[in-house]
């Protein structure tokens, strides 16, 4: 995982690398190179385009539970059109995810709350205390987590990666 996607050195800490690729070509040559791409015989890769918007994944048979998926976006700007990506765990794990870190987020505060109101009251904190210095580990914990997923779809990540630059950059 030493090489990041695109070249950027945020992406290596960042859980969903983003990359901006700007081209000569039109939206609609850009996006009829991914059709093609992805309707040869050879290719592994699932995908859906829906307008201007590119979703890929892995193959079913390698896909687990850190399976990546590219979400691709063609837009026309100015005189070049750009190819935007993100690549990350799918929509559904996403969600789970960030629904952690807003739990860990709720009960850091409701154990704050309750540990300034008995510390104010002079009454038994420990516990609430000791729960308040809990959840920032726990956060540390869920992105060195993110991060071991990471790590674990990295070879997909590249993989997907490869599969973009190749629909982008050849012509036929």
Request: aromatic share 16%; net charge negative; proline share 5%.
């Amino acid at each position: 995982m030493n090489d990041p996607i695109h070249d950027d050195e945020l992406n290596r800490i960042l859980l969903k690398p983003r990359f901006r690729i700007e081209l000569d070509a039109s939206e609609e040559e850009v996006i009829r190179r991914f059709r093609e791409k992805l309707g040869e015989k050879d290719c592994v890769y699932g995908s859906k385009i829906v307008d201007h918007h590119i979703v890929i994944d892995v193959p079913k048979s390698d896909e687990h539970f850190w399976s990546p998926q590219l979400h691709v976006e063609v837009e026309k700007e100015e005189e070049k059109t750009i190819v935007k990506g993100i690549l990350g765990p799918k929509p559904k794990i996403w969600t789970f995810f960030i629904f952690l870190h807003f739990a860990v987020a709720v009960t850091f505060f409701v154990f704050f709350v309750v540990f300034y109101s008995r510390w104010s009251l002079d009454q038994d904190y420990e516990f609430y205390m000791v729960m308040c210095l809990l959840m920032p580990v726990l956060w540390v914990v869920l992105y060195f987590f993110g991060q071991l997923g990471k790590k674990f779809g990295y070879k997909q990540m590249v993989g997907l990666h490869n599969f973009l630059i190749k629909a982008i950059r050849d012509p036929k």
